[in-house]
């Protein structure tokens, strides 16, 4: 079992950046692909952005390409996510997940889930 707490949320104004962090205990996930995904009020579960469990290779929705970066350190069992040049339309709460898939954008293909972290971009 793996257990995932999110944390770095909050209200930042457009054009500015957080960065996401993703804890693990219980388990180490550096064999673990980790994904984040993202849920705005109204707004089905988006895929965000993924890793593989070597960090070698990365996976983004299009909108965040150039302004998100996911990155891993297995000697701390984390995994990030820095967001800079944030806009209204990132705001959502953002969700780390684990799995055996291979940078997978379906929700469906990870197992364990964090609890998310409140992210708010104001204009």
């Known amino acids: 079992q793996v257990q995932l707490i999110e944390s770095g949320g909050g209200l930042v104004q457009a054009g500015g950046s957080l960065r996401l962090s993703c804890a693990a205990s219980g388990r180490t996930i550096n064999t673990y692909s980790v994904g984040w995904f993202r849920q705005a009020p109204g707004k089905e579960r988006e895929f965000v952005a993924a890793?593989?469990?070597?960090?070698?290779?990365?996976y983004y929705l299009d909108s965040v390409k150039g302004r998100f970066t996911v990155s891993r350190d297995n000697a701390k069992n984390a995994v990030y996510l820095q967001m800079n040049i944030l806009k209204p339309e990132d705001t959502a709460v953002y969700y780390c997940?684990?799995?055996?898939?291979?940078?997978?954008?379906?929700?469906?293909?990870?197992?364990?889930w964090g609890q998310g972290t409140q992210v708010t971009v104001s204009s």
């Open positions: 890793i593989t469990w070597s960090g070698g290779s990365t």
């Open positions: 997940a684990a799995g055996r898939s291979y940078l997978s954008d379906y929700a469906s293909m990870y197992d364990f």
